[in-house]
């Protein structure tokens, strides 16, 4: 366990963003630099306690989902190295396994999410309308219960501090185009299909994710920011799931559920983590990380 880094300070860029986890600086017209901290969020608000190791695992794992899925759709990895673009000594320690430098890409204003099984706000849903996302599901499924197919369920992309909210379809069409739309609902299911059908050969289901897109200057969609991480998806141990039982989880849903313990009312300021719930929110972020890659994460 190493201490969690909560803010990078690379003075030697220019800092153009700042989201929920990952500061991101720009190198130049084309690329920046994109350094996951251990900054951890739950209901959209940062929490003041970091989770050790988590950012050098965000990288690693998106890296080698992105790897895995290329053939797909493109990703925002340039292969250039962090440490080339950034000479001082302390600055690049801020770097270690965590960064990355990415091309810079016009970003789809929604969050493309994908659920495979029935759950969290779904399953809500669910139960007062038979519906998920207003999209129509077979009567008489359980909480847990794998869906007949993947769906796809946009959301508005929230600033930081505020609330992604579903949006239909229809209004995914018209934020984007139609045919943009359905280009990324499309590519969406692809690329959850193919690792949920991976991840099961691993041991871990994945009950849904959401995906970030963005375009080139010739409109080309490309995946980007992170993929298939336990920040970004539901992962459950599959030797442990249960039809009709909200199953135990490697990602932050470990995070959630002791919040939800505490009475807050999931507006900011947001209360600390006890050790404990950090240090077993790490260790099943490592645990989730070395059964879907098959290795141990390198030291940050």
Known sequence: MTTPLLQTNISSLKRIHQGKVRDIYEIDADTMLLVSTD??????????????????MLTQMANFWFEKLKHIVPNHLTGISPNSVVSDPLEQAQ?????????????LPIEAIVRGYLVGS????????????GINLPTGLQIAAQLPEPIF??????????????????????????DLAAQVAKV???LYQEAAAYALTRGIIIADTK????????????????VLTPDSSRFWPADSYVVGKNPPSYDKQ?????????????????PALPV????????KYMEAFEHLTGHALKPD
């Open 153 to 178: 369920t946009p959301s508005s992309k929230a600033a930081v501090g505020e609330h992604d909210e579903n949006i239909s379809l229809q209004q995914c069409a018209d934020l984007l185009g139609k």
């Open 122 to 133: 779904g399953w809500k849903e669910y139960q007062s309308r038979g519906t998920v996302c």
């Open 95 to 107: 770097l270690g396994a965590r960064a990355v430098v990415v091309k810079k890409l016009k970003a």
């Open 188 to 190: 969406a299911i692809a």
């Open 276 to 283: 404990e719930v950090a240090k077993k929110t790490s260790e």
């Open 254 to 270: 470990f995070v959630r559920d002791w919040l939800e313990t505490t009475g807050w009312n999931k507006t900011a300021p947001a």
């Open 211 to 226: 995906f970030e897109f963005g375009l080139d200057a010739h409109g080309v969609l490309h995946v980007m920011d992170e």
């Open 39 to 56: 900054r951890l969020s739950a209901f959209d608000v940062i929490l003041p306690t970091g989770i050790a190791n988590k950012g050098a």
